[in-house]
Protein backbone atom coordinates (compact mmCIF):
# COMPACT_ATOMS: atom_id res chain seq x y z
CA UNK A 1 0.00 0.00 0.00
CA UNK A 2 1.42 3.89 -0.10
CA UNK A 3 1.61 5.55 3.07
CA UNK A 4 3.28 8.63 3.71
CA UNK A 5 4.06 9.31 8.03
CA UNK A 6 4.81 11.99 9.68
CA UNK A 7 4.89 13.56 12.96
CA UNK A 8 1.35 14.61 14.23
CA UNK A 9 2.07 17.75 16.18
CA UNK A 10 5.61 19.50 17.26
CA UNK A 11 5.96 22.35 19.22
CA UNK A 12 8.82 25.16 18.66
CA UNK A 13 9.86 28.41 20.32
CA UNK A 14 9.73 31.64 18.11
CA UNK A 15 12.96 32.62 16.06
CA UNK A 16 14.07 29.05 16.60
CA UNK A 17 14.55 26.39 13.69
CA UNK A 18 12.53 23.21 13.57
CA UNK A 19 12.63 20.26 11.23
CA UNK A 20 9.39 18.00 9.71
CA UNK A 21 10.29 14.73 8.87
CA UNK A 22 8.25 12.94 6.70
CA UNK A 23 8.98 9.43 5.07
CA UNK A 24 6.83 7.65 2.37
CA UNK A 25 6.22 4.20 0.37
CA UNK A 26 4.07 4.91 -2.45
CA UNK A 27 4.25 3.30 -5.99
CA UNK A 28 6.63 5.19 -8.21
CA UNK A 29 7.28 8.88 -7.51
CA UNK A 30 7.22 12.02 -9.41
CA UNK A 31 8.55 14.45 -6.37
CA UNK A 32 7.46 15.43 -3.29
CA UNK A 33 5.27 18.95 -1.90
CA UNK A 34 4.88 20.27 1.41
CA UNK A 35 1.83 22.52 1.86
CA UNK A 36 1.17 24.46 4.59
CA UNK A 37 -2.60 24.87 5.67
CA UNK A 38 -3.87 27.61 8.45
CA UNK A 39 -6.62 26.34 10.11
CA UNK A 40 -10.23 27.17 8.04
CA UNK A 41 -8.43 27.60 5.06
CA UNK A 42 -6.76 25.69 2.45
CA UNK A 43 -3.36 24.68 1.51
CA UNK A 44 -0.59 26.77 0.01
CA UNK A 45 2.15 25.34 -1.90
CA UNK A 46 5.50 25.52 -0.03
CA UNK A 47 8.05 23.33 -1.92
CA UNK A 48 8.29 21.06 -4.66
CA UNK A 49 11.34 18.38 -4.38
CA UNK A 50 12.24 15.80 -7.47
CA UNK A 51 16.10 15.27 -6.97
CA UNK A 52 18.11 14.28 -4.29
CA UNK A 53 19.06 17.34 -1.93
CA UNK A 54 18.22 20.70 -0.34
CA UNK A 55 16.01 23.41 -1.95
CA UNK A 56 15.77 26.35 -0.38
CA UNK A 57 13.91 29.28 -0.55
CA UNK A 58 14.07 32.10 2.09
CA UNK A 59 13.60 30.84 5.54
CA UNK A 60 11.64 27.44 4.64
CA UNK A 61 14.23 24.80 3.21
CA UNK A 62 13.21 21.25 1.91
CA UNK A 63 15.28 18.03 1.57
CA UNK A 64 14.86 14.86 -0.38
CA UNK A 65 16.40 11.36 -0.24
CA UNK A 66 14.93 9.66 -2.65
CA UNK A 67 16.95 6.08 -1.93
CA UNK A 68 15.66 6.60 2.09
CA UNK A 69 12.15 7.42 0.86
CA UNK A 70 12.78 10.52 3.37
CA UNK A 71 12.47 14.14 3.23
CA UNK A 72 12.29 17.26 5.79
CA UNK A 73 10.86 20.79 5.17
CA UNK A 74 13.33 22.96 7.63
CA UNK A 75 11.75 26.51 8.88
CA UNK A 76 14.40 29.05 10.39
CA UNK A 77 13.66 31.92 12.53
CA UNK A 78 10.28 30.98 13.24
CA UNK A 79 7.73 33.36 13.62
CA UNK A 80 4.68 33.38 15.07
CA UNK A 81 2.66 33.08 12.25
CA UNK A 82 4.35 30.20 11.10
CA UNK A 83 1.98 28.24 13.75
CA UNK A 84 -0.21 25.69 11.29
CA UNK A 85 -0.35 22.05 9.88
CA UNK A 86 2.31 20.91 7.19
CA UNK A 87 1.34 18.31 5.09
CA UNK A 88 3.73 16.21 3.00
CA UNK A 89 2.42 14.97 -0.33
CA UNK A 90 3.89 12.57 -2.75
CA UNK A 91 2.74 12.36 -6.87
CA UNK A 92 2.94 8.19 -7.61
CA UNK A 93 3.64 6.83 -10.60
CA UNK A 94 -0.07 8.34 -11.96
CA UNK A 95 0.61 11.71 -11.16
CA UNK A 96 -2.01 11.16 -8.22
CA UNK A 97 -0.79 13.34 -4.97
CA UNK A 98 -0.75 10.89 -2.02
CA UNK A 99 -1.02 12.82 1.30
CA UNK A 100 0.37 12.38 4.83
CA UNK A 101 -1.73 13.35 7.54
CA UNK A 102 -0.21 16.93 8.22
CA UNK A 103 2.16 18.02 11.38
CA UNK A 104 0.70 20.58 13.12
CA UNK A 105 3.36 23.02 14.33
CA UNK A 106 2.57 25.31 17.28
CA UNK A 107 5.07 28.22 17.85
CA UNK A 108 5.19 29.39 21.33
CA UNK A 109 6.95 32.77 22.41
CA UNK B 1 0.20 31.73 -10.26
CA UNK B 2 -2.79 30.13 -10.62
CA UNK B 3 -5.53 30.97 -8.98
CA UNK B 4 -8.52 28.77 -7.99
CA UNK B 5 -11.92 30.39 -7.05
CA UNK B 6 -14.53 28.06 -4.99
CA UNK B 7 -18.19 29.14 -4.63
CA UNK B 8 -19.51 29.59 -1.83
CA UNK B 9 -16.81 30.11 0.70
CA UNK B 10 -19.62 28.89 2.92
CA UNK B 11 -23.56 27.41 3.06
CA UNK B 12 -26.03 26.30 5.88
CA UNK B 13 -28.80 24.45 4.29
CA UNK B 14 -31.46 21.98 5.88
CA UNK B 15 -31.07 18.47 5.79
CA UNK B 16 -32.38 17.11 2.80
CA UNK B 17 -31.58 19.33 0.41
CA UNK B 18 -29.18 19.61 -2.28
CA UNK B 19 -26.43 21.98 -2.66
CA UNK B 20 -23.79 22.73 -5.55
CA UNK B 21 -20.66 23.99 -5.03
CA UNK B 22 -18.41 25.61 -7.65
CA UNK B 23 -14.53 25.18 -8.58
CA UNK B 24 -12.83 27.55 -11.33
CA UNK B 25 -9.71 27.87 -12.53
CA UNK B 26 -9.81 31.47 -13.47
CA UNK B 27 -6.55 31.90 -15.46
CA UNK B 28 -5.45 27.97 -16.46
CA UNK B 29 -7.30 25.26 -18.16
CA UNK B 30 -7.83 22.31 -15.97
CA UNK B 31 -8.10 19.14 -17.39
CA UNK B 32 -8.08 17.26 -14.07
CA UNK B 33 -9.69 18.81 -10.85
CA UNK B 34 -9.72 17.40 -7.46
CA UNK B 35 -12.31 17.49 -4.82
CA UNK B 36 -11.28 16.70 -0.95
CA UNK B 37 -12.81 17.02 2.42
CA UNK B 38 -11.46 17.45 5.57
CA UNK B 39 -12.97 17.54 9.10
CA UNK B 40 -11.77 19.34 12.18
CA UNK B 41 -8.04 18.76 12.91
CA UNK B 42 -7.75 15.81 10.20
CA UNK B 43 -6.36 16.22 7.04
CA UNK B 44 -7.68 15.95 3.35
CA UNK B 45 -9.29 13.64 2.31
CA UNK B 46 -9.80 13.27 -1.70
CA UNK B 47 -13.16 12.37 -2.53
CA UNK B 48 -12.84 12.31 -6.23
CA UNK B 49 -10.90 13.15 -9.09
CA UNK B 50 -12.88 15.13 -12.13
CA UNK B 51 -11.85 15.09 -15.79
CA UNK B 52 -13.01 17.53 -18.26
CA UNK B 53 -15.55 15.88 -20.70
CA UNK B 54 -15.36 12.24 -18.57
CA UNK B 55 -17.07 10.57 -15.77
CA UNK B 56 -15.51 11.32 -12.12
CA UNK B 57 -13.52 8.66 -10.28
CA UNK B 58 -14.27 8.69 -7.02
CA UNK B 59 -12.14 7.05 -4.46
CA UNK B 60 -13.20 4.26 -2.39
CA UNK B 61 -16.24 4.66 0.18
CA UNK B 62 -17.12 8.13 -1.07
CA UNK B 63 -21.02 7.68 -2.72
CA UNK B 64 -20.93 9.33 -6.39
CA UNK B 65 -24.97 9.27 -5.80
CA UNK B 66 -24.85 11.31 -2.73
CA UNK B 67 -21.69 13.26 -4.19
CA UNK B 68 -22.50 14.67 -7.91
CA UNK B 69 -19.43 15.87 -9.70
CA UNK B 70 -19.54 17.50 -13.07
CA UNK B 71 -16.57 18.97 -15.22
CA UNK B 72 -18.16 20.13 -18.27
CA UNK B 73 -15.42 22.85 -19.34
CA UNK B 74 -11.94 23.11 -18.70
CA UNK B 75 -12.69 25.90 -15.96
CA UNK B 76 -15.09 24.45 -14.36
CA UNK B 77 -16.27 21.25 -12.41
CA UNK B 78 -19.36 21.49 -9.86
CA UNK B 79 -19.62 19.22 -6.70
CA UNK B 80 -23.47 18.81 -5.73
CA UNK B 81 -24.04 16.76 -2.38
CA UNK B 82 -27.68 15.80 -2.57
CA UNK B 83 -29.94 14.69 -0.02
CA UNK B 84 -27.33 16.51 2.88
CA UNK B 85 -27.21 14.69 6.13
CA UNK B 86 -25.99 16.81 9.05
CA UNK B 87 -22.70 14.19 8.92
CA UNK B 88 -22.21 15.87 5.79
CA UNK B 89 -21.47 18.95 7.09
CA UNK B 90 -17.63 19.37 6.24
CA UNK B 91 -14.92 21.93 5.19
CA UNK B 92 -14.82 20.59 0.49
CA UNK B 93 -11.65 22.15 -1.24
CA UNK B 94 -11.04 21.74 -4.94
CA UNK B 95 -7.86 22.38 -6.33
CA UNK B 96 -6.68 22.15 -10.29
CA UNK B 97 -4.03 20.72 -11.35
CA UNK B 98 -1.53 22.45 -13.87
CA UNK B 99 1.92 21.89 -15.68
CA UNK B 100 2.59 25.93 -16.78
CA UNK B 101 5.44 25.71 -17.94
CA UNK B 102 7.42 23.47 -15.21
CA UNK B 103 8.36 19.77 -16.07
CA UNK B 104 5.57 18.91 -12.87
CA UNK B 105 2.28 19.49 -11.87
CA UNK B 106 1.41 21.47 -9.08
CA UNK B 107 -2.53 21.40 -7.47
CA UNK B 108 -3.58 24.71 -6.61
CA UNK B 109 -6.60 25.31 -4.26
CA UNK B 110 -9.72 27.24 -4.06
CA UNK B 111 -10.26 28.44 -1.12
CA UNK B 112 -12.53 25.83 0.63
CA UNK B 113 -16.51 26.07 1.38
CA UNK B 114 -17.45 25.27 5.00
CA UNK B 115 -20.86 23.06 4.28
CA UNK B 116 -23.21 22.98 7.50
CA UNK B 117 -26.31 21.21 7.37
CA UNK B 118 -28.90 21.46 10.26
Known amino acids: GQNIDQPTEMTATEGAIVQINCTYQTSGFNGLFWYQQHAGEAPTFLSY??LDGLEEKGRFSSFLSRSKGYSYLLLKELQMKDSASYLCAVTDSNYQLIWGAGTKLIIKP | GAVVSQHPSWVICKSGTSVKIECRSLDFQATTMFWYRQFPKQSLMLMAT?????????EQGVEKDKFLINHASLTLSTLTVTSAHPEDSSFYIC??????????????FGPGTRLTVT
Open chain 2, 95 to 108: SARDQGDRDYYEQY
Open chain 1, 49 to 50: NV
Open chain 2, 50 to 58: SNEGSKATY
